[in-house]
């Protein structure tokens, strides 16, 4: 039988791919189709998407099999693939491009992943886009902007609409911690197929909770570490003034401060509905301007900005509910005037003795599964000038 699945092409092709696994009997190619044969895979392709971007497709296909199988040692997947449907876009570059995405899509269903988990399968297969054509960044990376344009508040693992956009953790992932050989190494893990979660798999195969892994790359996230940020933060800094976007912004001044309550709005619900229309986070999914300091999902990430004006030395502080502490991860992600930044745990207290050698101060929050997820930040001159209890990470 000639089994076909059909796949939802990513970004703005509107056209619909199958995949076909091998099949002793070659199927018969109905009228209106062509072939097209590269040296691993077939590709046949309806009329209306003509040969020429037929060709790039198919272009792309075949450079994912030899990167990513070949290669990388991941499974096979399909052989054949079926493409029907007017794709929209003319750029050589994105057809090669969006054609490595959806050829992972087919290496996917070789393993036991659960297919419903938009944050693993879309985003190991935007993920497979930077993997083979690493050069093509603007090819990719439109998703991404939405962590930093304000989706990190809402931006839960499970959050099924915005599975593309999670190509950034995984290249996060896959730059700090063993490549396409990890990616490939997960989707074999003996637990994924028992049918445990990911996280699980991940943290088994890098050593570290995966709560903490997380909390790396939201700190990397504040500091401009992200993976591709020197195209990634201009294209978002042209949409919102703050990058990422916080859900504070105030001042040293020198005076006590306790800060409970949101004072940013949050523009990623309207931004993202139009760029997309559906399947965005609704208003009242992210924390809006007056309400408590609460990360309300899990894995979502909150951002504190914090401009030095005073030279008097400055206690932060970060105040959760004590049975909780261990949900949550805290990071004090601090520029100089140089640009640099730093990255420091904060646990309890941190004292910056000359807080003006700093430009920015940046507290970088997130927290696990449970709940509820509040938190207060206080800022107070500190007796002790001379120490800085700021570990330097
Ligand atoms: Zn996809």
């Given amino acids: 039988m000639d089994l076909r699945i059909w796949l939802v092409l990513f970004l703005t092709i509107s056209i619909l791919l199958m995949t076909a696994p091998p099949s002793p009997r070659e199927p018969e190619i109905p009228p209106g189709f062509s072939v097209l044969q590269t040296r691993h895979l077939t590709v046949i392709y309806e009329a209306q998407f003509t040969k020429q971007k037929a060709l790039y497709f198919a272009e792309g296909m075949e450079a994912a099999y030899q990167r990513l199988v070949i290669k990388q040692g991941f499974r096979s997947g399909a052989r054949r693939f079926w493409l029907q449907g007017f794709p929209t876009s003319e750029n050589p570059e994105h057809l090669r491009t969006v054609a490595t995405h959806e050829f992972f899509h087919s290496v996917q269903l070789s393993y036991s992943l659960k297919l419903a988990d938009r944050f693993l399968i879309e985003g190991t297969a935007t993920w497979a886009m930077r993997e083979v054509y690493p050069e093509c960044v603007e090819c990719y990376i439109e998703a991404f902007e939405d962590w930093l344009i304000g989706g990190t508040d809402a931006s839960t693992l499970q959050h099924l609409g915005l599975g593309h956009h999670a190509g950034l953790f995984w290249n996060f992932i896959s730059d700090h911690y063993g490549g396409a050989q990890l990616i490939r190494r997960l989707f074999e893990h003996p637990d994924i197929r028992l049918g445990v979660d990911w996280p699980k798999g991940l943290s088994a195969l890098t050593g570290k909770p995966f709560l903490?892994?997380?909390?790396?790359?939201?700190?990397?996230?504040?500091?401009?570490?992200?993976?591709?940020?020197?195209?990634?933060?201009?294209?978002?800094?042209?949409?919102?003034?703050?990058?990422?976007?916080?859900?504070?912004?105030?001042?040293?001044?020198?005076?006590?401060?306790?800060?409970?309550?949101?004072?940013?709005?949050?523009?990623?619900?309207?931004?993202?509905?139009?760029?997309?229309?559906?399947?965005?986070?609704?208003?009242?999914?992210?924390?809006?301007?007056?309400?408590?300091?609460?990360?309300?999902?899990?894995?979502?990430?909150?951002?504190?900005?914090?401009?030095?004006?005073?030279?008097?030395?400055?206690?932060?502080?970060?105040?959760?509910?004590?049975?909780?502490?261990?949900?949550?991860?805290?990071?004090?992600?601090?520029r100089r005037a140089s640009g640099a930044y730093e990255i420091s745990p904060l646990k309890g207290e941190c004292v910056l003795s000359k807080p003006m050698e700093y430009t920015l101060l940046q507290v970088v929050l997130t927290r696990g599964l449970e709940v509820p997820g509040k938190y207060q930040l206080r800022l107070q001159e500190s007796q002790t000038p001379d120490s800085s209890l700021c570990r330097r990470g």
């Fill in 212 to 334: 903490d892994l997380w909390a790396e790359f939201a700190a990397a996230l504040a500091a401009r570490r992200a993976p591709d940020a020197q195209w990634l933060y201009p294209r978002a800094e042209q949409k919102t003034p703050y990058v990422p976007v916080p859900v504070f912004v105030g001042e040293w001044t020198g005076q006590p401060l306790t800060i409970e309550q949101s004072n940013w709005e949050n523009p990623y619900p309207q931004l993202c509905s139009e760029k997309r229309g559906g399947a965005c986070p609704s208003k009242t999914s992210i924390l809006s301007v007056g309400s408590n300091l609460a990360i309300r999902y899990p894995y979502g990430i909150h951002f504190l900005r914090i401009t030095p004006k005073s030279t008097a030395p400055l206690a932060l502080h970060v105040e959760v509910e004590k049975e909780h502490t261990s949900n949550f991860r805290i990071y004090l992600v601090a």
